[in-house]
């Protein structure tokens, strides 16, 4: 069975602090891994994907891949009120569909 | 660029009432095209997706169907809803082949059943 587990939340930072994400996953054929953000009442939007071991930064995201531990994080440093939102985490196996996480909700306080 | 519409985007109906969701996309050719729910509390569900006009594989039995009439179109529907068919209805597209097939959502409909 395809499970994708996100860290129970919710999650509270102050600003300006680092957002640490997690994620873990259990079909070890996953080859490709996504962050979205949702904000209340919206749909999801992609943040960020990654494929390979390793990190990925997009401006203050940066999404860390180690599939020998089979986990995805997402850290969003320098937080802001605006990153106040519930990310979902996303696998894929190839030429299949994605399993989502639950999501895991951030507060970022002022 | 490409855009992805959904209406309406929200609908009460009564319990036994049927039931159509519309999903367009534009800006693309031949996507694969989602249906998923999202119950208050609960994560995304996958119930539909589609590879192609008219090709269309059920991931979880229920009182839902849906159809693929066009490349870029994609409609949910059921003849009587249930208490339990209420949530946030996303529609989603990716394009097709590579291994990084990301799918980006449409705006949802709020669908409240009494």
């Known amino acids: 069975q395809k499970e994708v587990e996100q860290n129970s939340g919710p999650l509270s930072v102050p600003e300006g602090a680092i957002a640490s994400l997690n994620c873990t996953y259990s079909?070890?054929?996953?080859?490709?891994f996504f962050w979205y953000r949702q904000y209340s009442g919206k749909s999801p939007e992609l943040i960020m994907f990654?494929?390979?071991?390793g990190d990925k930064e997009d401006g203050r995201f940066t999404a860390q891949l180690n599939k020998a531990s089979q986990y995805v994080s997402l850290l969003i440093r320098d937080s802001q009120p605006s990153d106040s939102a519930t990310y979902l985490c996303a696998v894929r196996i190839a030429n299949s569909k994605l399993t989502f996480g639950k999501g895991i909700t951030l507060s970022v306080r002022p | 660029s490409q855009t992805i519409h959904q209406w309406p985007a929200t609908l009460v109906q009564p319990v036994g009432s049927p039931l159509s969701l519309e999903c367009t996309v534009e800006g693309t050719s031949n996507p694969n095209l989602y249906w998923y729910r999202q119950a208050a509390g609960r994560g995304l569900q996958l119930l539909f997706y589609s590879v192609g006009i008219g090709q269309i594989s059920s991931e979880v039995p229920q009182n839902l169907s849906a159809s693929r009439p066009q490349d870029r179109q994609f409609i949910l529907s059921s003849k009587k809803l249930l208490l339990s068919d209420s949530g946030f209805y996303l529609c989603?597209?990716?394009?097709?082949?590579?291994?990084?097939?990301?799918?980006?959502f449409g705006p949802g409909t709020r669908l409240l059943v009494l």
């Open positions: 079909d070890r054929g996953s080859q490709s």
């Open positions: 989603a597209w990716s394009e097709r082949g590579g291994r990084w097939e990301t799918q980006y």
């Open positions: 990654i494929y390979s071991n």
